[in-house]
């Protein structure tokens, strides 16, 4: 017998142990496919492999949160219950989603020099911003239409921010407005600006968030209407369900795809979807025909920044001339951001971006950052890269699609965990002390 035939002998003897294994009775999923692989004859190693990563994937196997073992597995756990086109808004980049990917993937060019015989008993990882003192550094980026996910809605990732100690921070078109979120966080959150071409809409939506006490108002620049999410197209596509029956009007961010056309939203239907927004509650939205308007320049932050009595932040800087820009125009904090990918089809990561953004601010004011960060390592990375804080945004909403509420604790408490962690492991016993030093390249 040649080597080859051998081989495949061994595979296939595997597989029926491993189909036939007692450790493997209780999942009848599991046996079950095995067989069918065995009976689908040619058994390479590839196939096998693929198969078993798909099936540790699956998300079968978990059924509480406690049972999940990092924030990626809540992935799949959100794909079985959200609806395809809800699932398809959330996962979407734009064109290939090639820069969603690099986001991540940017991490794991960087390395973590981690350092020995450091007394690592007790670990600090709480950060102050603008005054206030968090647990961690790790906050909520802000996320539309949370209740396309799950009925709890923002109001279940508030409840999570504030039972964990979290900053979020509350989209303006979330499905519940910032009174509600600061009451069920119990902690501050800070209010997401899209400005609309409406000042007096802006304006109002600012002295809103304002009067509720919201300490600070994030500026998000980031974004053109129009972007190109195929991933939202093809996936509503799939999605057999009649979407008029909740989105009621002409227009809505997951009703684009059934055509392919990249809809302006400047239609009647625009202005009946954010009507139905609770931070427009009450507002005259008739003449409101963009959320991002193309014609959005630096004198408008001028403008906003005369306007805004608590912090303004700038949220989608990823240069240093922009960076210094935001700075001379009165901002009092950036996040590194590009939309999670949404925006536009750069291939840059936001973790290489944050270095220039960093040197443009000069240390003057605060720089956050979001994008892919999956694992307390990432954020380790990004805070000896010199990031304030660090953002997240799919993998709260698929915690709060899984398993609500209960869920984003879950992928919070994951986080926190992985940080202190790695904080241990490098020998860096405070925020403060994750310097450049303790990734590559260091200086
Ligand atoms: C479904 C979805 C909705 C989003 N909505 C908003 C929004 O309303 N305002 C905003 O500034 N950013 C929004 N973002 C971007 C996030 O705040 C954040 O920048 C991004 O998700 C970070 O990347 P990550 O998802 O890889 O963690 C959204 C992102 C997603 C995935």
């Known amino acids: 017998m040649d080597h080859k035939m051998e081989l495949n002998k061994t595979r296939r003897k595997f597989l029926r142990m491993l189909a036939a294994s007692p450790v493997l009775a209780g999942s009848h999923l599991f046996s079950n496919s095995v067989t069918n692989l065995l009976a689908a004859g040619e058994v390479t190693e590839r196939k096998f492999r693929d198969w078993l990563e798909n099936f540790q994937q699956s998300g079968d196997q978990i059924t509480s949160p406690d049972q999940v073992l990092d924030v990626m597995d809540f992935e799949p756990l959100a794909r079985k219950v959200v609806p395809p086109a809800h699932f398809g808004y ?42 206030t003192k968090w647990d961690t550094p790790i906050v909520l980026s802000p996320v539309s239409a949370q209740k396309a996910f799950h009925p709890d809605g923002e109001l279940g990732v508030a409840r999570a921010a504030g039972a964990k100690g979290h900053l979020m921070m509350l989209s303006t078109v979330a499905t519940a407005s910032i009174e509600d979120a600061l009451a069920a966080s ?58 008029s029956m909740c989105h009621m009007g002409s227009y809505s961010p997951f009703a684009r795809g059934r055509t392919g056309a990249i809809a302006a ?28 308007p193309l014609d959005l320049n630096w004198d408008f932050v001028k403008r906003l920044r005369d306007t805004v009595t608590v912090k303004l932040l700038i949220k989608g800087i990823v240069t240093r001339e922009d960076a210094q820009l935001a700075v001379e125009h009165g901002s009092d904090g950036l996040i ?62 698929w915690g709060l699609a899984a398993f609500g509420q209960a869920g984003v604790e879950a992928v919070l408490e994951i986080y926190r965990r992985e940080l202190r962690n790695i904080m241990r492991q490098a020998g860096t016993t405070s925020v403060e002390k994750i310097t450049r030093a303790y990734v590559t390249p260091s200086r």
């Open 90 to 131: 959330l996962a979407t980049g734009v064109d290939d989603d090639d820069t969603v990917r690099a986001n991540h993937e940017a991490y794991s060019r960087i390395q973590i020099r981690a350092r020995r015989l450091v007394n690592a008993e007790n670990v600090d990882m709480s950060r102050t911003l603008f005054g």
């Open 186 to 243: 119990g902690k501050p959150v800070w209010q997401q600006l899209y400005p609309t071409n409406v000042w007096e809409i802006t304006q109002a939506i600012v002295k809103r968030a304002e009067r509720a006490g919201s300490p600070a108002i994030v500026l998000t620049v980031d974004l053109h209407d129009g972007s190109n999410r195929e991933t939202l197209f093809r996936a509503q596509r799939v999605d057999k369900r009649e979407c």
């Open 265 to 292: 939203p400047a239609s009647a239907g625009f202005a009946n979807y954010i009507a139905r927004k609770p931070m427009f509650n009450g507002l005259d939205v008739s003449k409101v025909n963009a959320l991002h």
């Open 336 to 397: 590194v951001s590009n939309h999670g990918g949404r925006a536009e089809e750069t291939l840059r990561s936001t973790i290489e971006s944050l270095p220039e953004v960093i040197d443009g601010v000069g240390g003057k004011v605060p720089v956050l950052v979001d994008g892919g960060v999956r694992r307390g390592t990432d954020i380790f990375k990004a805070l000896a890269l010199g990031a304030t804080a660090v953002g997240f945004g799919r993998p709260h909403s």
